[in-house]
């Protein structure tokens, strides 16, 4: 395809479909649930999966509110609470979203007792998405009077289940899986969070300090982006990312490049930060899911980001996605990486994830 063509394919494109307000990926979370995790948990251990293994209560299916699982772990380094040795962690509710966890894996827990979750559920401040519908501290809305009857023995049911046992606190990074080689950083993350914590009581600065160096570490800059997101988002203008945090952010980033589905929530922080480096890094991840088997689908989202950084005009990701579909889109892209002068350094080398 010749220089210019490629904008001639995509205002054919424009031409052909409804107007629409651009496409943006929706992010939910609560305010840093990483922090709040690392806070919650009465212990923070590095471990080895060992087993999955069915409850008996599953297999009873007594309904209570038990495990569907339980991981017998070894514990390599207990970086919080007590020194644990070998434990047995009941999986309920699912942690994290993503494959089930499997024998072999490294991993980092963040965990607490039943005893705990009991204790929050009598004060009222469990989150109602981690509980069973009759457990205590639920809104399950209005009740009948049978069911209303039926509550406290069913309370009573459900602390029973909990008692004596080791559970992931809630939040969705209370389980990590871990390459080798992140062990040090994410390491060296938890232990200061956890002094900070103790110190009576962290400044603001000092939490965002944290965080941003979080997000700045490929080990924990999935869940960290999304904290920081979420503080943008519903706190607009106060939360931005200052420029010599966007700067570390892409820094990280640039070092060592991720190829998931977050890539757009980081090209999204970074709005207004301006960096060749970081455009090259983000056009090679580009360049290696255009080259996969299959295209991954947060690929438009991410050309969308990238052309939208260079200065034309932001058509949503659809025309993108469109492309995708049909595959025209590793046509496309060459052309319009030229038209927009993005630099290339080849695709990365990288595992695409999120497809």
């Known amino acids: 395809m010749n220089r210019g063509r490629a904008l001639t394919a995509l205002f054919a494109a424009v031409l052909t479909l409804d107007a629409s307000p651009p ?46 699982a339980v991981a017998a772990v070894s514990v390599l380094e207990t970086w919080k609470g ?25 991993v980092v827990m963040f965990l607490e007792s039943g005893e705990a979750s ?8 469990e989150p ?11 809104d399950t809305g209005s009740e009948t009077e049978e069911e209303s009857a039926a509550a406290p023995e069913s309370r009573r049911q459900w602390e029973a289940s909990r008692r004596g046992r080791l559970f992931p606190v809630w939040a969705p990074s209370s389980i990590f899986r871990l390459d080798e080689r992140e062990v040090g950083s994410f390491r060296d993350l938890v232990s200061t969070a956890v002094s900070l914590q103790g110190s009576g009581g ?11 160096s979080a997000a700045s ?9 999304k904290d920081l997101a979420a503080e943008t988002e519903t706190s607009g203008a106060s939360a931005a990312l200052a420029p010599s945090e966007a700067q570390r952010i892409a820094r990280g980033f640039i070092r060592a490049p991720a190829a998931d589905g977050l890539l757009p929530v980081l090209l999204r922080l970074l709005s207004g930060y301006e960096d060749a480096a970081l455009d090259a890094a983000v056009v090679s991840v580009i360049e290696a899911g255009l080259a996969a088997p299959e295209v991954p689908r947060w690929i438009p989202e991410v050309i969308r980001q990238i052309v939208v950084r260079s200065g034309w005009r932001d058509w949503g990701a659809a025309i993108w996605e469109r492309h995708r579909a049909a ?29």
Do not use: M, Q
């Open 23 to 68: 496409v943006s990926a929706c992010v939910v979370s609560l305010r840093t649930p990483f922090w709040s995790a690392i806070d919650r948990a009465e212990w923070i251990v590095l471990a080895r999966i060992e087993a999955i293994e069915k409850s008996a209560e599953t297999e009873e299916g007594s309904g209570n509110g038990a495990a569907d």
């Open 82 to 106: 007590s020194r644990l040795r070998d434990a047995r962690v009941d999986l309920s509710p699912r942690p994290f979203p993503g494959a089930p966890l499997s024998a072999g894996e490294l």
């Open 118 to 125: 009991i204790r929050r559920t009598r004060g009222g401040d």
């Open 128 to 138: 109602a998405s981690i509980v069973s519908v009759s457990a205590p501290g639920t």
């Open 202 to 212: 962290p400044s603001e600065a000092n939490r965002r300090e944290w965080l941003v």
């Open 217 to 225: 570490e490929p080990s924990a800059r999935g869940i960290a982006l």
């Open 327 to 355: 595959g025209t889109l590793t046509s496309l892209w060459p052309a319009v990486a030229r038209d927009l002068g993005l630099p290339s350094t080849g695709p990365a080398r990288v595992r695409l994830e999120g497809n």
